[in-house]
């Protein structure tokens, strides 16, 4: 198993999501890689993965080294908003945060 799959098989089942398998001519746009809910196993999301063989974005590693250090973080859940700079709306934000959270979250809402 390639290590890309096995990345993705790993995120799916964090999530409880079904992996769903990637044929010739379903790549890309035209396939998730991972779906829930409906005819799926798991909670209604649609997973997409994303890897480098760089280390991860610097930016992002330090904003959420930044916000585990709080003394506060103890008991909460520590979430980057990355966004563009001068973005005003919803869309122009995204969220980070510890996959482990982020399935303890989907666990919670979901389980």
């Not at 390639?2 to 890309?28: C, I, P, S």
């Not at 994303?50 to 590693?61: I, N, Q, Y």
């Not at 103890?74 to 934000?93: A, I, M, Q, S, Y």
Request: proline share 5%; aromatic share 8%; glycine share 12%.
């Amino acid at each position: 198993m390639k290590a890309w799959v096995h990345a993705e098989q790993k995120f799916a089942d964090a999530l409880g999501l079904t992996r769903l398998e990637h044929t010739k001519g379903n790549w890309g746009a035209d396939c998730p890689d991972a779906l829930g809910g409906g005819e799926y196993a798991g909670p209604p999301l649609l997973l997409e993965s994303k890897s480098r063989k760089d280390s991860f974005p610097a930016l992002v590693a330090r904003a959420l080294a930044q916000a585990e250090g709080y003394a506060e973080c103890k008991g909460r859940v520590p979430v980057v908003g990355l966004h563009r700079n001068g973005g005003r709306t919803e869309e122009d934000w995204l969220v980070v945060l510890r996959l482990a959270d982020f399935a303890d979250i989907v666990k919670r809402v979901w389980g």
